[in-house]
């Protein structure tokens, strides 16, 4: 066999152990995975009903269009129906990206504490990365600017920053996008969009008026509580949309992914619902951190990165073993962190009893 070189150094993106494995190594019913950044508030009823309904369908092969979402998105986001493009999840949107704008003699900006899928898409088609250190958690935006070269064609900016929470301020995108050729792809990943409170964060989409190189990539996986079903959706000027649309498969989503989005769309009301309880529980995990004297960095996602001050794999073993999985900071920058999906209220009294026994010891 001879692969491509860059796949003999990489090692498949997946959780230690599966769900089926935990329950049967721990002998427990049902762990609560807060390691994952899922909807703990599931999804909104329109969507069990729409579903139903589809079943009857699933002979059919997909709208390789998503012609009713299409209409339905581009209504509830006021753009035009060409500058969107349907993907399963976010993930593979990324792949996208790298497979038409990336290869050999290219490269793509990143930050250095961000989603690792940037990073790894953009190896799997043989592009160089120019890895930014981040500051405080945050992108770190003029020396991404300073990183971008000739062969530069994505910056990625994740936006809220998984798993940091932190964020890009308006003004900080708008020095970014000004400050790049417009043949260089701005890309920003706002996958936590619907959980964002700040009120400095880029209206990216109104933008995108100004900088035809702007591409914006949303999920259904997050505050809509569609995880399962695999779909998410990039914004962006005909042009961009154009070259995506070549590069993606026929039918990446199916029938029931398109139909429960849609139908998702419908019930704004749940979504403000998981908005405000998230950021209720969100403050509780805050007055957590202060009384034990933990850092961590305030989000503006459905998750929290915090530095426990101890080495993270016995505490997540312990967590395991008590029922919760979370996961593991893994980053050089910050070896003693770990982070957290907020859960609903019960879930995280419940995690927050087992973590201030661990820190007592």
Known sequence: ?????????????????????????????????????????????????????????????????????????????????????????????????????????????????????????????????????????????????????????????????????????????????????????????EAYYEYVEARDFPNSIHLMKDYPNLIITRTFSKAYGLAALRIGYGIAHSDIIKILEAARETFNTSRLAQTAAAAALEDQNFIKECHQKNRKELEHFYRFCWRYGLNYFPSQGNFIFIDIGKPPEKITDHLLSEGFIIRSGNNPEFPTSIRITVGTSKQNDDLMVHLSQYLGN
Request: glycine content about 4%; hydrophobic content about 35%.
């Open 1 to 189: 066999m001879n692969p491509k070189p860059q796949f003999l150094e990489m090692n498949p993106y997946l959780l230690e152990k599966g769900i089926d494995e935990i329950k049967q190594i721990y002998k427990m019913n049902c762990p609560v995975n807060l390691s994952s950044n899922e909807n703990p508030y599931g999804f909104s009823e329109n969507v069990r009903e729409a579903i139903i309904n589809e079943i009857p369908k699933l002979s059919l092969y997909p709208d390789g269009k998503a012609s009713l979402l299409r209409r339905r998105l581009a209504e509830f986001l006021s753009v035009q129906r060409e500058n969107l493009v349907f993907s399963n999840g976010t993930d593979e949107l990324i792949r996208i990206i790298c497979r038409a704008f990336l290869g050999t003699g290219t490269n793509a900006v990143l930050s250095s504490l961000s989603f690792p899928q940037y990073k790894r898409n953009a190896v799997m088609e043989g592009a160089d990365i120019h890895e930014v250190p981040h500051v405080n958690g945050r992108h770190h935006i003029e020396k991404m600017i300073d990183a971008v070269d000739d062969n530069t064609r994505v910056i990625w900016i994740c936006n809220p920053n998984n798993p940091t929470g932190e964020y890009v301020r308006e003004q900080e995108l708008i020095h970014l996008l000004n400050s790049v050729n417009q043949n260089v792809l701005v890309v920003c990943d």
